[in-house]
């Protein structure tokens, strides 16, 4: 089976600009988890989606946003990007919600704000 | 509450010895406790997990001891290899309104295997 998948890898964004980055899921997987992680914060959770619905969010602006599709890819979106914002972001995907935590992650995008 | 706290922050070790991470935590609602390795470039992959109704699961040369009473856990890595060089982290999730897409995680131990 192929693994999580993320697009893009890499980005450059201006401050103030906007980005979307891409998740595909394990096929078969259902729910799929966003976190950010930083040298300084760690991994943090961004939010969860579970059939179309954003099932948990975590502790971050509204800047921050998310969607998931009927085929479970899920895509996120950061607007009026700020230097803070330059991390690594990582796609997670699992089974489903309830009775499998088991989370499997993408190689994530790398986001550089400048 | 929410935080797990991991140590030590880095680890060095000789091929073939123990390598032992800790992480504790405080809120007793969380039920489920993976491990994550990750190398550089690459998403974190899972290791191994554990749910607090056991004290030990082995996976090869990885296994997880796990504390209820004193809310710990660790992760020992027999025989080490310069191979299991890499970042490691602790987390704990828990069932919160049927989400269980939120894991918690601790800060990293980097671990080196000296040859």
């Known amino acids: 089976k192929a693994g999580v998948t993320q697009t893009p890898r890499y980005l450059i964004k201006t401050r103030g600009q906007q980005v979307t980055l891409s998740c595909s899921p394990i096929?078969?997987?259902?729910?799929v988890s966003w976190y950010q992680q930083t040298p300084g914060q760690g991994l943090q959770f961004l939010f969860e989606?579970?059939?179309?619905?954003?099932?948990n969010k975590g502790n971050f602006p509204g800047r921050f946003s998310g969607r998931q599709f009927s085929n479970s890819r899920s895509e996120m979106n950061v607007s009026t990007l700020e230097l803070g914002d330059s991390a690594l972001y990582l796609c997670?995907?699992?089974?489903?919600?309830?009775?499998?935590?088991?989370?499997?992650f993408g190689p994530g995008t790398r986001l550089t704000v400048t | 509450q929410q935080q797990v706290k991991q140590s030590p922050q880095s680890l060095i070790v000789q091929k073939g010895g123990i390598s032992i991470i800790n992480c504790a935590y405080e809120?007793?609602?969380?039920?489920?406790f993976p491990w994550y390795q990750q190398f550089p470039g690459k998403g974190p992959a899972l290791l191994i997990a554990?749910?607090?109704?056991?004290s030990e699961k082995k996976e090869g040369r990885f296994t997880i001891s796990f504390n209820k009473s004193a809310k710990q856990f660790s992760l020992h890595i027999m025989d080490s290899q310069p191979g299991d060089s890499a970042t490691y982290f602790c987390?704990?999730?828990?069932?919160?309104?049927?989400?269980?897409?939120?894991?918690?995680f601790g800060k990293g131990t980097k671990l080196s295997v000296k040859p």
């Open positions: 997670a995907s699992s089974l489903e919600p309830s009775g499998s935590y088991e989370q499997y």
């Open positions: 989606y579970f059939s179309e619905t954003q099932r």
């Open positions: 096929s078969g997987h259902r729910s």
């Open positions: 554990i749910r607090p109704d056991v």
């Open positions: 809120n007793t609602a969380f039920d489920y």
């Open positions: 987390a704990a999730g828990m069932n919160y309104g049927g989400s269980q897409g939120n894991l918690i």
